[in-house]
């Protein structure tokens, strides 16, 4: 097997501002492997609160793909990854590609889309996913909001953690307004005291927002899962629930843990996490970084296992460079070609 890589840039539609940060743009690294005559193809995106950027996460892609050539198929490079004997400390999202890659192209070779790999008498996954709202005016918000059900969305995200909490419920009640039978989310990204989200999340249930993620800083989960026991509304661990062990800490604590590949080292930890909290009381969310078609494709074969859909990162975009799993609709799909079933719109190359 060979791998290659290529940075590219990832734009927005518009900024998008959350309680820490506002971001215009990300870059991505695709990975590619080819084996006789087939390629697969996953993603990695720069994340500042990871501390991670395009360099540094092409340095670690290009040690995985001379990892890779030691294999003579992705079968057994994927069986060997996922086994954990790769000897690897790589990020979350490095594994995550790498895996994303392997599941490709694996699919591709059995002729089967990911989905059946995971599951060999699964339906097709097709939810609907939530579609996000930075933090903005309460007129922006309703007029977003408003498009946004027009052309098919039933799930909003609203982002929070205005430094004046007064523009957060400005905001909601705007869109609530605008979309009175949206379901409606909130992350605040951990902006908030315990005071203050004591305070404000009977006034969010109050407005019928179905749950709320990370309301408090990460770095202290106990606080958090105090928190969602005494919460009128559905607590979800985001920046607090990066893999397994977090999740086991939580799992019965709290209301729902966001699952991202990208954080927690891809599919098969994915599927682990799930299995964890299977039966806690404890839901499975599928979220996702702002990325690219090819970078949220590999959670969509996840999508029908979650409670809380997220998978909008790449209807963020300006122009997608990838195509294949919907979602201007408010629905996201997999695609009908095997592996992932997701092509370049620039290229020539076939799904298979």
Not at 331 to 349: C, I, K, N, S, Y
Request: charged letters at 25%; one cysteine or more.
């Amino acid at each position: 097997m060979k791998a290659a890589q290529l940075t590219v840039r990832l734009e927005l539609t518009e900024p998008l501002r959350i309680s820490r940060s506002t971001m215009s743009a990300r870059e991505a690294v695709w990975l590619t492997i080819e084996h006789e005559g087939l390629r697969g193809h996953g993603e990695a995106v720069s994340s500042v609160y990871y501390d991670l950027d395009a360099k540094t996460l092409g340095r670690l892609l290009h040690t995985r793909s001379l990892w890779l050539a030691r294999f003579s198929d992705p079968e057994t490079a994927l069986d060997d990854l996922r086994a954990g004997a790769a000897g690897t400390a790589d990020p979350p999202s490095v594994t995550a590609a790498v895996e994303a890659a392997l599941l490709d192209l694996v699919g591709k070779r059995a002729g089967v889309p990911v989905h059946r790999l995971l599951d060999p008498y699964g339906s097709p996954p097709s939810v609907a996913t939530a579609r996000t709202i930075g933090i903005t005016t309460p007129e922006r918000a309703a007029e977003q909001a408003r498009r946004l059900v027009r052309d098919g969305f039933s799930i909003l995200k609203l982002k929070a953690g205005a430094p004046d909490p007064a523009e957060d419920l400005a905001r909601v009640r705007a869109v609530r307004d605008a979309a009175p039978r949206a379901r409606l989310l909130l992350d605040p990204n951990g902006a908030w005291t315990v005071q203050e989200s004591e305070r404000l999340l009977p006034l969010y249930a109050e407005l019928g927002v179905e749950a709320v993620e990370q309301p408090l800083p990460p770095g202290d989960p106990e606080a958090l899962a105090q928190l969602a026991e005494r919460s009128p509304l559905p607590v979800i661990a985001d920046e607090d629930a990066i893999g397994f062990e977090d999740a086991r800490r939580l799992a019965g604590r709290v209301h729902g843990i966001n699952v991202k590949l990208a954080k927690c080292g891809g599919v098969g930890a994915a599927l682990r996490i799930a299995e964890l909290i299977a039966g806690t009381e404890t839901e499975l969310m599928l979220g996702c970084l702002t990325a690219s078609t090819l970078g949220i494709a590999p959670a969509v074969h996840l999508a029908d296992r979650a409670r809380w859909v997220d998978l909008d990162g790449h209807l963020l975009l300006g122009a997608d460079p990838w195509t294949g799993i919907g979602g201007n609709d408010g629905t996201v799909r997999v695609g009908r070609g095997p592996g992932l079933g997701v092509r370049r719109r620039d290229a020539e190359e076939p799904p298979t």
